[in-house]
């Protein structure tokens, strides 16, 4: 009979499967598969736990090396936890629509007992998530990135209410081969953008996606970087954009995307791109030297053919101050009110996704950054790998987006100032003004 051990990340010991344990027992009861797409252990587990993953994050993922990851990962907790079955219900379809339908399973007390919520929805679910502090260590909450923790922790409580699996910031891809050394200023990435198209052919310097997420992907740093700010450090987000040298420095910045129009260097289409792909088909067609975008592109850009040439930096800034860096990324948060419930929840979160090895396993097979300093700085992916390195290294310092419940609101007026700023309707001053008294009205 061979022996399959089983590593244990947390005890940091190895196993033996419970199928070579339980010899008393049938083999086929064990040979049997304990994992499908919608239940992971046996059908007559007493214990039931409920989950509601990405599906792009979850064992059902089309990305085969995803997919096996986690496979192993469900599978190998599972068989240590035969009294446990879990319900796997993807999330799927309109985020808004995802999030509406959350609360209101939330506020009526039927939401699943963990589900997967991105970094700019933690404030919405605060009072509903349960902790993880009972569960998780002092060492074990020190080792995610200052920035994580930061935003894992509810502001009003202290305590932990999320879980990061995974992190991505938002800077400047550039092409390796044509660059190198990458621009820190705004000032000078125009001036190179402009003289790289003219010798090679480009049809834009630079690129970004100017759709509704693109405050977050671009200007927040490069306002926050020059000392102004958009919204408030309280729990609401509350906007001051429009404030004194706020809304100048914010003028200041959307007057350099105007005039990056103006130039020919960007095109006024931007307003029309909002997805990862549409930068992705625009990389593979060769068609600009720039992106200023988010490190979760790095696996669309990698697989292009010309995709070793592309690097990423942190986001340039007027003057090339120093920047500040932002983070955001998706966590599992936990809804149940049973004790039980929550301590197998934690043991099977560490074992799939967030103790060191399989955040780091996960983070490779999926291209994303991991939020512990131990991956970063103990898997090989991530010391090698140059993207990779690049990503863990801006993230080591940044600090959370904005999530309070005007967050939202600000991002959608300031969304529509930038779009009016790079179609020509409105010069920067006038689409501020107009943000500005659309989220007093709104307030």
């Known amino acids: 009979m061979t022996i399959r051990l089983i590593w244990h990340p947390a005890a940091r010991s190895w196993s033996a499967p419970m199928a070579a344990l339980a010899i008393a027992l049938p083999t086929a009861v064990f040979a049997q598969d304990v994992i499908t797409p919608e239940l992971i252990g046996r059908p007559d587990a007493p214990i039931t736990i409920t989950i509601q993953p990405r599906f792009a994050y979850s064992h059902q993922s089309n990305d085969e090396a995803r997919r096996a990851v986690l496979t192993e990962a469900f599978r190998d907790w599972s068989l240590r936890h035969p009294d446990v079955k879990i319900e796997v219900q993807v999330q799927q379809g309109d985020d ?44 074990t909450k020190a080792d995610f990135l200052p920035g994580v923790l930061k935003g894992m922790t509810d502001p009003e409580t202290g305590e932990v209410k999320y879980l990061q699996i995974n992190a991505y910031t938002y800077g400047l891809w550039y092409r390796n081969d044509l660059v190198d050394t990458p621009p820190a200023s705004l000032e000078e990435l125009g001036d190179l953008a402009e003289k790289l198209m003219k010798e090679n052919g480009f049809r834009y310097g630079v690129f970004v996606l100017g759709g509704q997420s693109v405050p977050r992907l671009s200007f927040y740093s490069q306002v926050a970087s020059l000392g102004g700010k958009i919204t408030d450090d309280d729990a609401d987000s509350t906007p001051v954009f429009g404030e004194g040298e706020n809304r100048e420095i914010l003028i200041r910045v959307l007057s350099w995307y105007k005039d990056m129009v103006d130039r020919g260097i960007m095109p006024k289409d931007v307003v029309n791109f909002a997805a990862t792909g549409d930068v992705v088909s ?162």
Do not use: C
């Open 96 to 139: 808004a629509v995802i999030v509406a339908k959350r609360i209101q399973d939330a506020q009526a007390g039927r939401a699943a007992d963990v589900i997967m919520v991105e970094q700019v929805d933690y404030q919405t679910f605060y009072d509903f998530a349960k902790p993880f502090d009972p569960y998780i260590s002092a060492e």
């Open 282 to 443: 625009r990389v593979a067609a060769g068609e600009m030297p720039f992106v200023i975008g988010g490190t979760f592109m790095g696996g669309g850009i990698a697989q292009t053919p010309d995709g070793a040439k592309w690097s990423f930096a942190p986001m340039p800034q007027l003057g090339g101050v120093e920047p500040v860096m932002h983070q955001s990324g998706w966590s599992w948060g936990m809804f149940t009110d049973d004790a039980q419930k929550q301590a197998l929840i934690t043991d099977l979160l560490m074992d799939t996704y967030i103790a060191p090895w399989p955040m780091a396993r996960w983070g490779e097979a999926g291209g994303y950054t991991p939020t512990r300093s131990s991956a970063l700085q103990h898997y090989s992916a991530f010391l090698s790998d140059t993207p990779a390195r690049s990503f863990g290294q801006a993230l080591a310092n940044a600090v959370p987006l904005a999530n309070g419940r005007h967050a939202a609101l600000t991002e959608t007026a300031l969304t529509n100032a930038f779009q009016q700023v790079v179609l020509g309707t409105m010069t920067p001053e006038e689409a501020v003004d107009e943000a500005w008294s659309t989220v007093q009205l709104e307030l």
